[in-house]
């Protein structure tokens, strides 16, 4: 008899390989074989060439490896956030638990539902390791001069640990989602959590990219040997020592214990005992973790109360139709978990970019920090990151026949879009606050500057979030937020924001450096001191008129009707 | 001016590429009628429905709603007619009285006189004590009557209703099918109806249509449809005139 799981990981796998279906197993065994090829041949080649090009690969091997152990450990941190936080955090915006449905009622356990999928998906793992790590791997491998027994145990050193993070990452998704999955609620805190996830993950990115020098220096302290991604991390420094053709003396590997402080084989035991705990627990937990078996499934009731005095607010001030209208859509963005992990999501989007920003200032030698023009630009990037992100189309609408019956009534797409736009007005006043107050203590600013700030800020995400609306009116989703259309909005308004604000900036010193005058202008016109304010009006003026276009753009496409 | 007329349509088609979704459509259909628009699946249901409710545009053809036409006045037609989807499309996250009021809304109604007919209609369809819950927690039949309150709200002269049965319990469907006759008769609202379920049509329609890849076959009221075909009853007239007899050795071919 077939083993369950084994069907499973065939589809599993065809559905993974899908777009090499006319030829599977000759179309893989040829990527396989271009992947090693690529990883042991061509990128040694092709990346030691680049690198000597910049640098002399003397030069580059003393830096390479100084950096060796600190390196591994932010990758493999790096790794280990793209593994189990990313694809956790998309599986939770798309909890759908019908599969599982269909497996389960053909008597499929859910122990070979997890090791079905693990086991199909491992084969595209493969490739995706062979392909995307060499050019991170490669210098080292060069620096080190390591030998290719070496690059192979390196490379099956990471692939293990890719392959015990995802099946980590797939025992908790599968756990959570079942949790969740049984309500509408439960799926609702799962889209919420989904976005908080991507914060843990986002901010030690934006750290790595800003911060690496500081962060090898953090992840060097012991404390980091408690985490699991050190333990590969170092077996694969140890890998690259041991092997290397250099030819280290006792002295210098000494000094690599020291810094790395677990030897080889105590380091590969750590490793290999998580792998073997993750994949055991993993087992033995499968049929207990999962309950959809054991009865039936709770179902929770949401009812609604009294409403709040911001919403008697808005009724008292608009008492007519177009009041009820944007109350309705207040409740409704309210109501959404998610909605309240985005405006989470973008605040701390908005706080961070500040400090890296100062960061960079300090590390360039600019130790007063900021001046106006930088708290200008940094503040604009942030709120229109506010802006765009947490109101671009965020439950547009839940399905093509909700745009119908809206459609149904006389200008109705008009007046719901007017009625969202002035609802995020409402949402989104403190939050220009947050952000402009970190900015000013960034900055030791004073009241007016704050007030500027604010001032300034509100006007950018009312800017964006006209933006942002019109994108999604004229290219509506009605999905959750994973759908790639909406991606595709949140994209289009943050850059597009973004650019819309920095336009008058470029055009002034592109304009200046091919000769017209327009920096100068401003300057005669306003003075030294007037010029980031002047830059400031012009951005939101700039960032308005195209938001108000795209708005007005997006509704007339919306409210046509279909062709 | 309509003169009793409430839709007329002349050689209305629509094309999606090569499909023809419907095809040269001429159609009348009198003030206070229960039409019924019966077809297989694909038939062309839906599209005639978007199109006369004036949320797609026809590919050729011209028609008149409520006495207004259908291309200059898509607006009016909207303010006098009312539209049940195919499929619910809720949002999820409001109650039945909030949604309600937010359709209203749309439909530039508030105040008192909303409130107290949504409470009259939810009263009516069983759902006071459920009202103020979130519509996430609804059943399928359950969203299905609040889209029904919501379609009768602002009172229209049509009422366009695309499968309104489909997922109702029996004594739900009693209540839709007492409200379309009543409706019908003390206002003279014209229902347009799209059903798969013919019993329910010969139960409820005063005239049929019946669709076929886009294409009206017959029409006529009940009565003129079931002696036309020599039949018993509406099901058989349908399945006479749209095909789809029942080989039954063929059934169990698949084992």
Redesign the interface.
Known sequence: MTRKWSRIAKAEYQVSTVSFRENRTRNITILYALGLIWALFLAPYIIGIMADFIIPIEILQIILINMLPGFMRAAMFFIWILILIIPLSRSLQEIKIGQWEIFLSNNVSTRDILIGTFIGRIPLYGLLVLFITPPFLVLFFLAFEVALLGQILTYLTLFLMILTTIWLANLITAAIQAKLGES??GK?IANGVAILLAIVSIVPIYGIMFFSQHFSVILGLNVFLLFPFTWPADVISWITIHSSQIGFSVEQILAFQQILNFDLLFSTALMSIFTIAVVGIGLASADRIFTYNIGART??????TREHFVIRGIRKLA???????VV?CF??FF??ASNISKIAYGIILAVVLPFIMSQIMINIGDVGGFDMMALIMVGGIGMAMIGGYTFSGT?F????????????????TA??VKARLVSAFIIAIPLGFIPALVMTLLSGGTLDRFLFLVAYGYVIIAGAIMFGTGVTAWNPYYEDTKSPEHQMNVIITTMGAQFTLFAPILITMFGDMAGLPFWNMIHDAVGATGMPYAFALISMISLLIVGSLALVIGVKRLSR??? | MNNGVTIQTQKLSKTFGHVHAVRNLTLEVHQGTRFGFLGPNGAGKTTTVRILSGLMQQSSGTARVCGLPLDSKRNKIKAVTGLLPETPGLYSKLSAVEFLEFIGALNDRNGDSLHNRIDRLLALLGLESRQDDLLESYSSGMKQKVLIASTLLHEPELVFLDEPTARLDPSASVIVKELIEILAQATGTTFFICTHQTSFAEDVCDQIGIINEGQLVASGSVQDLISATKVKNLEEAYLQIVGGKVDREALLTWR
């Open positions: 509408s609620r609702d179902e929770q009731v949401t009812t609604i008492p007519g139709s177009f009041g009820s209208l309705t409740k409704d109501r959404r439950a609408m839940e399905s093509k026949d909700q745009l119908w019956i809206i459609q149904s009534t006389p200008s109705g007046r719901y009707p279909e062709i």
